[in-house]
């Protein structure tokens, strides 16, 4: 068996024990699906008052894409947070795995998970609000999901060194981080009405060019090719940030070795 | 560098105890007969608790060479360092001065390699507690290269050997006492048929039966597997039947290692005392078993 082969297996290991997970707490995954789409409703309703099907349609994206990328960030994040919970973070990380393997498993899961978590969420919408979609571009829609996922698979990655060398705060202080992206990203408003200096972080969240993206694939109809400048910053956010958060969690392992964070009772 | 250990007490050789077939299993390539299964040398780690406060020294100069198929006892008061040592060992923590090789192969320097010749199981069972241990062993077993439906009749085999029906086997393991855990924990780790095998404090909490079952299963293991082993223990009595050598730590310091026989006849001759691991445990940590448990309780938290 060759090396690659090896880790690629490995990292089904990861996409198996997750999936078995999500079996065994099937009902806190059901009530998490209401929680989704009462969240998402409760937002797109606004659209509704205003009478203006533009403004729902504009938020409900918001809220349903931005539910996917928090889903596929905070499952990175917390993956070490969880396995400390568990007991089981020593025994994984004792493995004979690449760290990267261990970290694309997650990701490949978390990928899948949030697909088929928000396309019920957003069919569930679309229903309730009798909304017309033919002149949606959902294909437009599918490919900044995927694009965006990377970009925010990097971003968790470096989320998820916080629990590995903060033991106590570390999984809190990710929420912060994913609060800070909501604010600047425009998930529920046009970045223009945002101050300058906020607008600027804008441009280097990921979640700004996905949001764009999907917008005027499923309101306007505009396919991918016509979109080019959303994708490009997401593609060379994706090249720098995944590489970069690997190397950041390399260092961050090798940090709470020397020091003890892992793991000290027992 | 110095060691704290006497002259005489030092590098007892003890001859590898078994050399039975090894049922197929894989054997590393590097395990040839000069190689020690396990090397440890001069191997020191601190931490650092807290900003302004003088590090511990948990492990302090310690050096270890077991052979193949060698049970090796650590024995030791709470604190002293037992747990650190396996971690270390096990790649956990990395080492602040020192080095340790597994079958020649440089823990620092070739990470993977040694990982894949040694498991662990510590204290308290570490798994997923919703998930079954059939899931949890797939989950194991993937993570080491192995066919999971091979690893699965393999689990089966060793648990029933363990007294684990094989229906239990779907069940979370939340459900399953201490004992049986803790008997999952040990199948897991022999799944991967480890040459190295740390076994930190594996009975501490058992109840009698259980732990007698465990203790039996771990002979079983280094006469069948030839496996190196190992062994945290609070429990003397454990210490004197399984293992061929014991070494005392003592704040983080190596301070006698023998086998269980000489360790005794030595505080009996020298302190007068009657030759028994008790009396070793007092001469050389400076506390009886029972204070030590006071202390923990204490410590508690
Ligand atoms: N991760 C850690 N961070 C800080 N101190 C630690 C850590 N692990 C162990 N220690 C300290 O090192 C010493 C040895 O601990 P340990 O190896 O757990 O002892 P034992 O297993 O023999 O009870 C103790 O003083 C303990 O408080
Ligand atoms: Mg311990």
Redesign the pocket.
Known sequence: MTAAVREMRASYAFVERNFNLTKRYFGWELAFLVYNVAGALAISLIGKQFGNNRLLLSLMIGAVFWNYLSIIFSFIAETIAWERWEGTLEYTMMAPVRRATQLLGSTLYAVLYGLVHTTVVLAVLVLFFGLDMSRANLATGAVFMVVGSLSFIGIGMMAAILPLMYVERGAQMTFVLQSLLLLVSGVYYSVDILPGWMQVLSHISPATYVLDGVRRGLVDGLPVTSLFGDIWPLLVMAVVLIPLGVWAFGRAERYAKRT??L??VG | MTTTLDPELKRLQVPATSSQPTNGRRRPAQAAADRPALLVQHVTKR?V?GRHRKP?Q?IRDVSLRLEQGEIYGIL??????????IRLVSGLLTLDEGRVEVFGLDLARQELAVKRLINRVSVDAAFFKKLSPAENLAFAARLYGLDPRAAAREAVAILARLGIAERRLGRPVEQMSRGMQQKVAIARALLTSPTLLLLDEPTTGLDPRSKLEVQAFVEEVRATHDTTIVL?THDLAEADRLCARIGI?DG?RLVAEATPAELKERVARERGLPPTLESVFMTYTGRSLDDDEETAEEEGD
């Open positions: 003890g964070k793991k000290r | 931490f608790v511990v948990a030791g008061a709470n604190g002293s360092g037992k747990s650190t040592l945290t730590l983080g």
